[in-house]
């Protein structure tokens, strides 16, 4: 019996204090989602808010949270979810962190590497990868695969926390 090989990218223990959270994402099926990022990120992105290529190490991170249910639409029977000051209010942790590392120089779909853990048992996730991520991420080619780069700039320039909604349901795409 084989042994699994370890993830390419490892677990980051302190992320909520190691990383930067740069922006919160509610989702129209209720879930949130908080983004983080590397330092050396940022700074790369306010000395240079064109910056076409992260550095070398960059890594990006999403923790997932589900929305408190408060009830169902009479007519489509869509969840409705509770709200405070427009945004999502959590019930629980989904216990999924996901990762995209830059691990190799230069832009496109081989520069990135990916992982998944659940935070609390820093297991990790059962994902096929590059698979799973990757092939929502080659959509971001022209933004070095990111889909938050909007938000980012944004927190880079103000310092402030960003919010953004997406109305897409599960894995789909939103750009900002």
């Given at each position: ?129 590059p698979g ?21 700039k944004r ?13 897409h349901p ?7």
């Amino acid at each position: 019996m084989r042994a699994q090989a370890p993830p390419a990218v490892t677990f980051p223990r302190d992320y909520p204090s190691a990383l930067v959270k740069y922006a919160v994402v509610d989702r129209a099926d209720g879930l949130s989602r908080d983004l983080y990022v590397s330092g050396d990120a940022l700074e790369a992105l306010r000395r240079d808010a064109h910056l076409s290529e992260f550095p070398l190490g960059t890594l990006f991170a999403i923790d997932v949270y589900s929305a408190r249910q408060v009830g169902r639409d009479r007519k489509s029977g869509t969840p409705i979810f509770a709200r405070a000051e427009g945004h999502l209010v959590r019930a629980q942790s989904e216990r999924t962190l996901h990762l995209m590392q830059k691990t190799q120089a230069g832009s496109g779909s081989r520069t990135w590497t990916f992982a998944g853990y659940d935070p609390v048992t820093t297991e990790p996730l059962k994902l096929e990868l590059p698979g799973d991520c990757l092939l929502c991420h080659q959509a971001a080619l022209v933004s070095d695969l990111t889909f938050s780069l909007s938000l980012l700039k944004r927190f880079a320039s103000t310092g402030t926390v960003q919010y953004g909604y997406c109305h897409h349901p599960g894995r789909t795409a939103c750009r900002f």
